[in-house]
Every structure is written in C-alpha cells, then in structure tokens.
T-cell receptor, first 114, second 117 residues
C-alpha cells in the first residue's frame, strides 16, 4: 500500500529561525513529489514539484530536496516568518496510466512564534 | 480574476438530509477533483473528472455523488448514505492531457466545512 509519512507531526520555532520538515514515501512507481502549504481553514497551495531526476528545488525561502533512492524528501524553510505558520503537506504521485494516483501525507503543522 | 471557488464556506446539515457543495473554476482546466480532509489524516479522493460528462470514483466514493455537465462546474452531493459526513471538503482542478500521462499541479479551492448536527 502506498504511504506518505511526514515528521514531525507538529513544530514550534522562533521567528527568524530555520527548520526542516521530513517526508518518507513508499509510492511506486514514482512520478513526482510536491510540497503544499495549507493555511488553517484554506485550500493547499503548491510550493514545489520535483520529478525523479531532480534533487533540489527552491521557491523563495523554501527549498525542497529529493532522494529517490531512499525515497525521502525534505522541505527547508529559511529565516522563518510568522506567515509561515501553516500545515505543510507532502504529496507523492504514482505513475499509472491515464490517471496518476496521488497519495497525501498527513502534514506537519508549523507554528512560528515571535 | 482566475481561480477556483467553493461555496458555501460553512454548511450545517441535519442527519438524513442531502446537501450539495458547489465548486466552480475559470482556469479552463479539464480535470476536477473532490477531496475530504479529516483531522490527522491526509486528503482522500472522493471523485474526479477528466472531461465533461465523465467522472470516476475515488477511494471513498460511497455516500457521495457528482455531476460534470459543464467544464467549469463540479458539484458534490453528500447523501444521507454517508455515515460520517462531518469534514472539510476541498475541490481542486488541473490541466489534463491524457496522452502525456503526466499529472499537472492541482489548484485547490478554499474549502467547505460541513457539519452534521
């Protein structure tokens, strides 16, 4: 069964500090991996997308890495801001013909405090 | 102003009633999706549609129904057969090119929170 596991479940950091969120997956055959940011009570917004051949992808202060061999990804947030407080969801797509099956992680809830 | 909208934002339902959640997009996307989000769980796919007048069941379709009469609209009906309907419902849309086999980025709406009283 395809699974996407994220850690930690929740995290509190001080404003201005860096943090790293982890994502491990068992999805196969792998197609791509996305990180989404979801503010409370809102829909998720895509941050990055990486395919098998990509090791790293940046979007401003967000940098995602992918190790397809170990099936691990991380999302690094630099110089955190209060507006970074949200849930971060790792989403892995499986290549399966016309419709690619998507598996969502349960998310890491990040709280940035002053 | 392009985007995907859902209404209402909050919805209350009595047990035994059917309710319909609206989802509209003006992104000219072919594919649309409905997900359910529960605390401590990842998003789970209810139904998806790749073209007008066609839709497929997702992982948890029981107790739900959809229609896709227009490209822009993909309403979800939560029927009385759904035993535990209280949840946050998210609609999404994406480009779909079946021949490419590629999944394009899904754009999500703001969500509808359904509560059964």
């Amino acid at each position: 069964k395809n699974q996407v596991e994220q850690s930690p479940q929740s995290l509190i950091i001080l404003e201005g500090k860096n943090c790293t969120l982890q994502c491990n997956y068992t999805v196969s055959p792998f197609s791509n991996l996305r990180w989404y940011k979801q503010d409370t009570g809102r829909g998720p917004v895509s941050l990055t997308i990486m395919t098998f051949s990509e090791n790293t992808k940046s979007n401003g202060r967000y940098t995602a890495t992918l190790d397809a061999d170990t099936k691990q990804s991380s999302l690094h947030i630099t110089a955190s801001q209060l507006s970074d407080s949200a849930s971060y969801i790792c989403v892995v797509s499986e290549r399966s013909g016309g419709y690619q099956k998507v598996t969502f992680g349960t998310g890491t809830k990040l709280q940035v405090i002053p | 102003d392009g985007g995907i909208t859902q209404s209402p934002k909050y919805l209350f339902r009595k047990e035994g009633q059917n309710v319909t959640l609206s989802c509209e997009q003006n992104l000219n996307h072919d594919a649309m999706y409905w997900y359910r989000q529960d605390p401590g769980q990842g998003l789970r796919l209810i139904y998806y549609s790749q073209i007008v007048n066609d839709f497929q069941k997702g992982d948890i379709a029981e107790g739900y129904s959809v229609s896709r009469e227009k490209k822009e609209s993909f309403p979800l009906t939560v029927t009385s057969a759904q035993k535990n309907p209280t949840a946050f419902y998210l609609c999404a849309s994406s480009i779909y090119k079946g021949s490419s086999g590629r999944l394009y980025t899904q754009y999500f709406g703001p969500g509808t929170r359904l509560t059964v009283l």
